[in-house]
């Protein structure tokens, strides 16, 4: 049989995976290595193993420990899974920056989880490296293993990453990317293969506020900026970060890291997190500029299931302003109106309603059109100024049908069509009614446009 014995067995041999349209123009060769398919879910994985067994070689853990650790998500996850099947406890210090998906992830391994401000800065005793550091310190039994200074992070990454992508690549590899967190798995995989190949380029992908650049260029360490990727970057620089084997650090705004991720769901079919995104991002820009013959390979950091709230939700995005507007589509500005409750998404009556009761429905939602529609099927608009002129003019016109006073339907119009075509149509319509799968779903005036956006 063909079995494991758990998962811990499964880490590690993540496949590289070619791209092919994300890349379109590019001549180079670019591949991602896929640690989302770790057990969980993360490069991570291999860390989290590493250390504790590190621990327990070294006599520094003790049975029923409590593992503490200030982690951003996927460190912990990859320590839960080890601890739980090793028989240890876990308290994981995260900041308010990380995704609720991560935090339950923790949850439902049976870690225990306290989060603290993100914005404390790194000389408060409520930063989320000093809490976990004190409070190994006071709890009994307690161990902070320390992925930040760990040698046991980037040696398990010269032990397995950087020996599985020069076996893969046939030895072929001419640039690697990858970004900085704690500096384990750039340092270690660089080490590796800088060791077999000397003129290797290894690219780290930062985001734009971090303080690692100009710490390299400059030897300075200034104040951080504040930031939307997660897990990445830093204001301090961890002892396991080497950056004698960097060449060059290439700076990824929010906004092009969490945009190359939904490419790369939505064109590569690679569901990613955004510092993937970021890495891919600093990746794409390299390629660019080399010939057919080069060898890219940049990591892939995690799964995006943990950012379903974050940058792969059209909503947040919205809010942080980061929604590109020739990706929004018009079915967002009828899901708006929904969420919003302001309105109903479909306000319409029949053909055979009565004016009096058009004009009704027009003044209890404080609109002056409205399409007609039989059934499934468009038939007409009826506009208050024209009701009402019909009103003053005669009154048993209260008792007759609309069918007698509206005019042409309003344009239909594919809800996956985007904002920008709407726009162009509603100068020349005071509306327009949304059609999805075949459906109508919503009307779409010049108001509910200028709300949304």
């Not at 976990?132 to 293993?145: D, F, G, T, V, W």
């Not at 500005?333 to 306000?347: E, F, H």
């Not at 309603?353 to 529609?373: C, G, H, K, N, R």
């Not at 020349?428 to 779903?441: C, Q």
């Amino acid at each position: 049989m063909k079995t494991y014995d758990n998962v811990l067995q499964l880490i590690g041999h993540t496949p590289l995976v070619r791209l092919n349209h994300i890349t379109e123009g590019i001549q180079a060769q670019v591949f991602v290595k896929l640690e989302s398919l770790n057990p969980g879910g993360s490069v991570k994985d291999r860390i989290g193993v590493a250390m504790l067994e590190a621990a327990e070689r070294d006599g520094l853990i003790t049975p029923g420990a409590l593992i503490i650790e200030p982690t951003s998500g996927n460190t912990g996850i990859g320590l839960a899974l080890a601890a739980r099947l090793k028989g240890y406890n876990c308290l994981f210090i995260m900041t308010d920056k990380a995704s609720q998906e991560r935090v339950r992830y923790l949850k439902a391994l049976g870690a225990d989880v306290l989060i603290v401000s993100s914005a404390a800065k790194m000389n408060s005793p409520e930063y989320y490296w000093n809490t976990a550091k004190r409070l190994s310190e006071e709890l009994p039994n307690a161990i902070m293993l320390n992925q930040y200074d760990n040698p046991a992070n980037p040696a398990t990454h010269e032990l397995t990453t950087g020996p599985e992508i020069w076996s893969d690549t046939d030895g072929t590899i001419t640039h690697f990317i990858a970004s900085i967190g704690t500096g384990g798995t750039i340092s270690g995989t660089a080490r590796f293969l800088k060791n077999k190949n000397p003129s290797i380029t290894v690219i780290a992908a930062d985001p734009v506020g971090s303080s690692i650049k100009t710490f390299k260029e400059t030897g300075r360490l200034v104040e951080a900026l504040p930031y939307l990727i997660e897990g990445v970057g830093q204001e301090r620089i961890p002892g396991n970060l080497d950056l004698n084997v960097i060449d060059e650090i290439i700076n990824i705004t929010d906004k092009e890291a969490f945009m190359t991720a939904r490419a790369m769901a939505r064109q590569e079919g690679i569901f990613c997190g955004g510092s993937s995104g970021m890495n891919v991002a600093a990746a794409l820009r390299v390629a660019r500029l080399l010939p057919k013959e080069a060898v890219v390979v940049a990591i892939v950091c995690d799964t995006g299931e943990r950012y379903l709230s974050k940058h792969h939700s059209d909503e947040w995005l919205t809010e942080k302003d980061l929604l590109e507007k020739d990706r929004l589509m018009l079915r967002d500005v009828v899901s708006a109106k929904r969420t919003r409750g302001v309105l109903p998404a479909l306000i319409s009556l029949p053909s055979d309603a009565t004016v009096q009761e058009a004009l009704s429905l027009m003044s209890s939602y404080e609109v002056s059109d409205l399409p007609v529609i039989d059934g499934d099927q468009l038939v007409g608009t009826i506009r208050e100024n024209k009701l009402m002129s019909a009103v003053i003019e005669d009154r048993l016109v209260l008792e007759r049908p609309v069918s007698r006073y509206m005019e042409s339907p309003a344009p239909v119009v594919d809800a996956h069509q985007d904002v920008q075509t709407g726009i162009n149509m509603l100068r020349n319509t005071p509306m327009i009614v949304v059609s999805e799968f075949g459906r109508l779903s919503g009307v779409v005036t010049r108001h509910d446009v200028l709300e949304y956006l």
